[in-house]
């Protein structure tokens, strides 16, 4: 049994094989990003002590940074009550988001229902 054997047994995958995963910066709480992650993107993430997710698009494993250069240091891996999505808390490298902002989650909805975006 290795180390990342009781996360993946916890972990509720869907159909697909693939657990929706929560990226959030572990010193100022900020939600960065959702990604997916496979059994196999958890023990990737695991061995290298950086976030690596399943890319759906691509069908393949993904390296948070591979081209980019911003990547997510691993802090610490939490598994949710029902055991059905995964918070990543990490150190992110420059910007999590592929359009270059800090977070993905740059767009607020106000109370009247119209989109700012920050």
């Excluded at 069908?59 to 610490?76: A, D, F, M, R, Y």
């Amino acid at each position: 049994m290795t180390m990342e054997d009781p996360i993946i047994a916890a972990c509720k995958f869907n159909d697909a094989g693939l657990i929706p995963a929560i990226a959030q910066q572990f010193d100022n709480g900020k939600v960065l990003m959702l990604a997916w992650m496979s059994a196999e993107s958890i023990r990737e993430t695991l061995r290298t002590g950086q976030m690596c997710y399943f890319s759906r698009s691509r069908n393949q494993l993904w390296h948070k940074g591979e081209s980019s250069g911003h990547v997510q240091k691993l802090i610490e891996l939490r598994l949710d009550c029902d055991g059905d999505t995964i918070l990543a808390m990490i150190d992110q490298v420059g910007a999590a988001c592929h359009t270059g902002s800090y977070t993905c989650f740059f767009r607020h909805v106000a109370a009247h229902g119209g989109i700012v975006q920050t």
